[in-house]
Nanobody, 118 residues
Framework: QVQLVESGGGLVQAGGSLRLSCAAS????????MGWYRQAPGLQRELVAV???????EYTDSVKGRFTISRDVAKNTVSLQMNSLKQEDTAVYLC????????????WGQGTQVTVSS
């Protein structure tokens, strides 16, 4: 497992942008994938974006074209650039790491709140 610390959340108007960052306590290259989940009140946790060990990315349909996940392996950080934010993007965003051997998401950050106002 790894310690993950998110930053960059906040309050933004619809149409605005935010950049989330996740700092890992050890090399992110040791994990199969790094990702961002989000959880809104009353809803299931949703996988928003992932970046694989070799740099491939995937996004949930609702954020395609608006969000971009990236990483800096040397700095052990993963970022999520969020543009054209909508009210429905409001949620707690959590950074997570997928164990290379077990293939499960078993490392989680505490989360950072993103609130998009009208």
């Amino acid at each position: 497992q790894v310690q993950l610390v998110e930053s960059g959340g906040g309050l933004v108007q619809a149409g605005g942008s935010l950049r989330l960052s996740c700092a890992a306590s050890r090399s992110i290259f040791n994990f199969n994938r790094m990702g961002w989940y989000r959880q809104a009140p009353g809803l299931q946790r949703e996988l928003v974006a992932v970046i694989g060990r070799w740099g491939t990315t995937e996004y949930t349909d609702s954020v395609k074209g608006r969000f971009t996940i990236s990483r800096d392996v040397a700095k052990n950080t993963v970022s999520l650039q969020m543009n054209s934010l909508k009210q429905e993007d409001t949620a707690v965003y959590l950074c997570a790491a997928e164990d290379l051997r077990k293939g499960i998401w078993d490392s989680w950050g505490q989360g950072t709140q993103v609130t998009v106002s009208s």
